[in-house]
């Protein structure tokens, strides 16, 4: 069994996504990350590093696994599904993986803050990283272009890039000039476990979404 510690979040949401397409069994502990859920002892002790998503497998000695990443990496290897098994294969997604890691999850997130919730709307900062958020998108685009998926077959690294990239709207970041992503983001949303993943641990209420964002900016 699989305790998932999770918020309605992109990074939330490639874990329980994979959870989802993998088919494995797992027990949701949803954190209120305006209550600060994600900062007891308890959590801590999962994740020092105080973010979600998390994992405990039960089945191994309640192994703790925090990052988003890390998380998609150890339930692939674990079941032998989303990632190949050859070098060169486990590279290529693992490659892409680490582009929404290092870039698209960053930049986007820092579009968020900068143009949903910090109370002072600073333009050069707001143009750079919807710029960057653009130029990263593009590229996704680009490999899309000749290719189904990210890295041969559907994989960890569509799952990664693809909980990011829906969100671009909430970024202020316009991809009606980008038909391949356009046309990856559907055929993946279409998926049934894609359907399932994302409305873990509840369906996402922008609304409440923006006021809980403005609170801990503010911080």
Known sequence: MIKLYTAATPNGWKASVTLEEMGLAYEVHALDLMKGDQKTAEFLAINPNGRIPAI???DEDNFAVFESGAV???LAEKTGQLMPTDMKGRSRVLQWLMFQMGGVGPM???ANVFFRYMP???QPAIDRYQNESKRLLTVLDGQLAENEFLAGDYSIADIANWCWARTHAWSG???TDLPHLNRWLEQIG???AVARGV???GDLNPAQVVEAAKKMVQR
């Open 72 to 74: 998609m990496i150890y």
């Open 190 to 192: 279409k998926r049934d």
């Open 56 to 58: 405990v497998d039960t």
């Open 199 to 201: 409305k873990v641990p």
């Open 120 to 122: 002072e709307k600073i």
């Open 108 to 110: 986007m997130g820092q």
């Open 173 to 175: 970041v316009d991809i």
